[in-house]
C-alpha cells in the first residue's frame, strides 16, 4: 500500500496505464481481427459515433449543470414546463376569449391615451391626388403641435429621453442639419466633409474612454445598433479565429436589451447572469461558472438602464484576458457621464471604479452620444481595441452586378446631417462644457439619492437599489412597508412626473437630465408628500388589487410559478398597461401599433 500521496499518484499512473494497454490490446482484437474482418472496420466506426454522441450528451449536460447548477437547471426545466402548460391552457376556447375580451377593452384604452385625434386636423390616410403647397403643409404641423402637443419634456419631469433642450443648442444643430440635410455617409466620396466629421467624432470618444493608440470605431444610428455590432463583431471573430460555429454569450440580467436582440438575430445562445442582491452588479463568480469554450462575448454596463449600476468591469476583465474572451461594456446610458466622472471631481477624491479601455479586458465599448453627448437622436459610436474586431462587424460583396458593395454598419444609407449635427455640438460643449454638465446632473442625482436614503419619512418606506454613482437611481419599497410601489409611481405620474417602471425587483427608476437640476427639489417634495399620504392607505392597496381584471387575476395566480412576472409587479393600474401588453405577446393576443393603426384608418373612413 502506498503510505504518501506521491506514491498513490505514482501507483495510480501505472494502473491506468495497465488499464489502457489492456483496453487497446482489447479492441485490436475485437475490431481488426481476421475472424471479424470486414464486420470489424464498421463496428468500429457505428461504436465511434455512439461514443462520441454520449460524448456530446454528457459534455452538454455537465456544462449546463456547472453553469447554473443543479437547482438551477431544475428550475429552468420547470419554467419551461409552466411556459408551455400555460400556453395550452390560454389557448383554450373559454380563456381564450375571456383574454380576448379583456385585451380589446385594454387596447381601446390604449388608442384613446395614444391615438388622440382632432376634427380640425387634415387627414392624410393616402397620398394626396396633387401636391400641396408648403404654406399649408407648415400650417398643418403647427396645429399638430398646438392640438396634438407633446408632453411637457420642457419641464424637467420625464426620466431620461430629452437631455439638455437648450434653444441655442437646438438653434445649432437645426443649422447643421440644413446645411447638410442631403448628405449621405455611404458617400464619402460625395460628401469628404462628413467623412472628416465623422472619422473626428469617433477620435474625439474615443479619447475619452482611454483607448489604445489602434483604437478604432465606427458611428451609427443608436445604442441598438451599436450592441447589435458588437455581438456581430464577436460571433464573426469567434467564427473566424476560433472556429467557433456555437456561439454563446454571457450578459447581466440587466443588460439592455439590445444584446437579447444582437442574440436573437445573429442565432447566438445568451446566458442571463443574476446579480449580487446587495451591489445589484452582475456575480461575476456565476459568469466565470458559465465560460466554456463556445463563449464569444461577455458584457457588463457602465451603468446599467434599470438601477443605474455600474458592474465590476475591471473583475470582468480579469476573466476575459485569462480566458482570452472579448469584453464589451455597454456605457450607451453613461456616455459622457461617466467618462466625466473623474474629471468633474463631483464625487471629490472618491475612486471612481474603471469601466473603459484602461481595463486591458476590454475589448469594445458602446456609447450614446445622443444622451449625454447631447447630439440629435440618431447618433452612436461603438469603438475598439484594434482593428481587427471592427472588421468584422463589416459586410461586403465583391460579385455584385452593380458592382462592389460594402458598408461598415447594419445600414447601407445613412443621414449625415446628423454626424454633422453630432460634431458641431460637441465642438460646441468642449471638455470644460461636459464636465460641469456631469457635475450638475450627478449631483442633482446624489441630492435625490441623499433625500431617499436619509429622509426620515422617505428612508423608512424607500430603498435605494445598490450604489449608483452616475445619473440614475432606482428605488423600491423596504420589506417593512406597506406601500405599493407602483401606487407611488402612479401618483408622481398625476403630479406631471414620468418615471420608469421596473420588474425583478418592483421598483422605480428616473434618468436625471440638464432639465431635472433645477427641479429636483420639487421631485423631492413631491415624493416625500406621496409617501405620507400613502402610508397608511393599506386597504387601498388591496381594494385596487380586487379590481384586476380576468387577465390580470390569471397573471396573478400563476406568477409564482413562471417567475416571467414576479407578484409585485401585476399590472393592476394604468401606468403598466403597456407591459400588460407586452406580457400578452407571448400568447399570440397582443395587438400590434399595426392593428392599432389600421382600426384608426377604418374609423376615419366610417
Not at 462592389?404 to 447601407?412: I, K, Q, R, V, W
Not at 417634495?525 to 387577465?551: R, W, Y
Request: proline share 5%; glycine share 6%; net charge positive.
Amino acid at each position: 500500500m502506498p503510505t504518501d500521496l506521491t506514491q498513490l499518484a505514482y501507483a495510480l499512473d501505472l494502473q491506468a496505464r495497465r488499464i489502457f494497454l489492456e483496453f487497446k490490446q482489447w479492441a485490436f482484437e475485437y475490431y481488426f481481427s481476421a475472424q471479424n474482418a470486414p464486420w470489424g472496420y464498421l463496428a468500429l466506426v457505428r461504436d465511434a459515433i455512439v461514443v462520441y454522441t454520449v460524448f456530446l450528451v454528457i459534455h452538454t449536460l455537465f456544462r449546463q449543470l456547472y453553469g447554473v447548477g443543479i437547482v438551477g437547471s431544475i428550475q429552468q426545466v420547470v419554467q419551461w414546463i409552466v411556459k408551455k402548460t400555460f400556453g395550452v391552457i390560454m389557448a383554450l376556447p373559454p380563456i381564450r376569449n375571456k383574454v380576448k375580451k379583456e385585451l380589446d377593452s385594454t387596447v381601446d384604452k390604449i388608442e384613446h391615451l395614444i391615438i388622440r385625434n382632432d376634427a380640425a386636423l387634415l387627414q392624410f390616410p393616402t397620398l394626396p391626388p396633387s401636391g400641396i403647397s408648403s404654406d399649408v403643409i407648415v400650417t398643418e404641423i403647427e396645429k399638430l403641435q398646438q392640438l396634438l402637443a407633446h408632453n411637457d419634456w420642457k419641464n424637467g419631469r420625464v426620466s431620461g429621453a430629452v437631455y439638455h433642450g437648450g434653444d441655442e443648442l437646438l438653434e445649432l444643430q437645426l443649422k447643421a442639419f440644413n446645411m447638410y440635410s442631403v448628405a449621405n455617409q455611404l458617400h464619402p466620396d460625395v460628401f469628404p466633409g462628413v467623412r472628416k466629421m465623422e472619422a473626428e467624432v469617433v477620435a474625439m470618444v474615443l479619447k475619452l474612454f482611454n483607448a489604445p493608440d489602434l483604437g478604432c470605431g465606427s458611428t451609427t444610428s443608436g445604442g441598438t445598433e451599436s450592441l447589435l455590432l458588437a455581438g456581430l463583431a464577436a460571433r464573426e471573430y469567434a467564427r473566424k479565429y476560433r472556429g467557433i460555429s456555437d456561439p454563446e454569450v454571457i450578459a447581466p440580467m440587466t443588460v439592455h436589451a439590445g444584446i437579447e436582440k444582437a442574440c436573437t438575430y445573429f442565432k447566438m445562445k445568451l446566458h442571463k447572469v443574476d446579480l449580487d442582491p446587495k451591489t445589484f452588479q452582475v456575480d461575476v463568480k456565476k459568469v466565470k461558472r458559465l465560460i466554456n469554450s463556445n463563449t464569444v462575448l461577455i458584457v457588463g454596463s457602465a451603468p446599467n438602464y434599470p438601477h443605474g449600476i455600474i458592474d465590476d468591469i475591471e473583475a470582468l476583465s480579469v476573466l476575459a484576458v485569462k480566458y482570452k474572451i472579448p469584453l464589451h461594456v455597454d456605457a450607451c446610458l453613461g456616455s459622457f457621464i461617466v467618462s466625466f466622472l473623474e474629471k468633474s471631481k463631483v464625487h471629490g477624491d472618491k475612486d471612481i471604479p474603471l469601466f473603459d479601455f484602461r481595463a486591458p479586458g476590454v475589448t469594445s465599448i458602446s456609447c450614446d452620444t445622443h444622451k449625454y453627448g447631447f447630439a440629435p437622436k440618431g447618433s452612436s459610436i461603438i469603438m475598439y481595441r484594434e482593428p481587427e474586431l471592427r472588421r468584422c462587424q463589416y459586410y461586403i460583396l465583391s460579385d455584385w452586378t452593380g458592382g462592389m458593395y460594402g458598408s461598415p454598419t447594419l445600414a447601407g444609407s445613412r443621414p449625415g446631417a446628423l454626424m454633422v449635427g453630432c460634431w458641431a455640438t460637441l465642438l460646441n460643449f468642449g471638455e470644460s462644457g461636459y464636465s460641469k454638465s456631469c457635475y450638475d446632473i450627478v449631483s442633482a442625482t446624489s441630492r435625490a439619492r441623499k433625500a431617499i436614503e436619509t429622509h426620515p419619512l422617505l428612508s423608512k418606506h424607500l430603498e435605494i437599489l445598490g450604489d449608483p454613482i452616475a445619473s440614475v437611481i432606482a428605488f423600491r419599497t423596504r420589506k417593512s412597508s406597506k406601500l405599493n410601489i407602483y401606487e407611488v409611481g402612479d401618483s408622481m405620474t398625476k403630479r406631471g412626473w414620468h418615471l420608469a417602471t421596473l420588474q425583478r425587483p418592483a421598483a422605480l427608476h428616473f434618468a436625471f437630465t440638464r432639465l431635472t437640476v433645477p427641479v429636483v427639489d420639487d421631485m423631492i417634495e413631491d415624493l416625500i408628500e406621496i409617501v405620507d399620504d400613502q402610508k397608511d392607505n393599506v386597504e387601498n392597496q388591496k381594494a385596487t388589487q380586487q379590481h384586476c381584471t380576468v387577465l390580470q387575476a390569471v397573471f396573478l395566480r400563476l406568477a409564482w410559478l413562471t417567475k416571467s412576472l414576479p407578484l409585485s409587479s401585476i399590472p393592476c393600474t394604468s401606468f403598466d398597461i403597456m407591459r400588460l401588453l407586452q406580457r400578452c405577446d407571448d400568447l399570440g393576443k397582443v395587438v400590434t401599433t399595426k392593428n392599432i393603426l389600421l382600426r384608426r384608418n377604418q374609423n376615419l373612413k366610417q
